[in-house]
């Protein structure tokens, strides 16, 4: 049995939201959350909101107990990417790629 949370359209580069899932893939919920909450970087505040839905998630519509929960899968998948131009010398323009992420998070019952 699984339970899952995903978060679209977060405004966060998904190359730099893979670090952060690496990090948690595979560890129990508490050692995860516990490594999150202390990393200091803007993909960690994220995906521990995401981790805290889908273990809510396990327990409320599964009835999972919370105490044999890991994070089998953590990812972070390319969402939309808004276009922008900057003006540059000679009327040329530099094009800049805001990049936005679905991130999903999968946790299981360890036996």
């Given at each position: 049995?699984?339970?899952?949370?995903?978060?679209k359209y977060i405004r966060i580069?998904?190359?730099?939201?893979?670090?952060v899932c690496d990090m948690v893939r595979g560890k129990h919920v508490d050692e995860a959350l516990a490594i999150l909450k202390f990393h200091p970087s803007?993909?960690?505040?994220?995906l521990e909101k995401?981790?805290?839905?889908?273990?809510?998630?396990a327990e409320n519509n599964f009835d999972m107990d919370r105490d044999k929960l890991y994070v089998s899968n953590a990812y972070a998948n390319q969402g939309p990417t808004l276009k922008?131009?900057?003006?540059?010398a000679k009327?040329?323009?530099y094009k800049i790629l805001k990049r936005s992420s679905h991130v999903g998070v999968?946790?299981?019952e360890r036996d």
């Open positions: 049995m699984e339970a899952r949370a995903v978060a580069s998904p190359r730099k939201m893979k670090f803007k993909g960690a505040k994220i995401v981790v805290k839905s889908a273990v809510a998630n922008r131009w900057r003006p540059r009327g040329a323009a999968v946790v299981k």
